[in-house]
């Protein structure tokens, strides 16, 4: 099981840029993006199911970024909008085999398998 999440970089405030996260070994059931900001505990972004519709935001990101997968590849990505200078983290991608409720999408610990990171730098 590996999970691949790349995409992150330096963007002026108000840019966009688009997280991927390639999942390989098995097929997943919820899948999510969480984010850590050095010295501080690592939060909830954005997660759904991967079959259905249930997906939930932080709601910090709500209406900036979107969450959305390609099943054809196997792949998670994490559409960032509007970004702002406290969007700066490290942006982890994390996967469980088994489907989760939405009350529990948010649950970090609900996430056996997790992503290397990757850099998401805001500028003002």
């Known amino acids: 099981v590996q999970l691949q999440a790349s995409g992150g970089g330096l963007v002026q405030a108000g840019g966009s840029l688009k997280l991927s996260c390639a999942a390989s070994?098995?097929?997943?059931?919820?899948l999510g993006w969480f984010r850590q900001v050095q010295g501080k505990a690592r939060e909830f972004v954005a997660a759904?199911?991967?079959?259905?519709?249930?997906?939930r935001y932080a709601d910090s990101v709500k209406g900036r970024f979107t969450i959305s997968k390609d099943n054809a590849k196997n792949t998670m990505y994490l559409q960032m909008n509007s970004l702002k200078p406290e969007d700066t983290a490290v942006y982890y991608c994390?996967?469980?085999?088994?489907?989760?409720?939405?009350?529990?999408?948010?649950?970090?610990?609900?996430?056996?398998?997790w992503g290397q990171g990757t850099q998401v730098t805001v500028s003002s």
């Open positions: 070994g098995r097929t997943f059931g919820s």
């Open positions: 994390a996967a469980r085999l088994n489907a989760l409720i939405w009350s529990a999408l948010a649950d970090q610990d609900q996430y056996p398998y």
């Open positions: 759904f199911k991967w079959s259905g519709s249930t997906t």
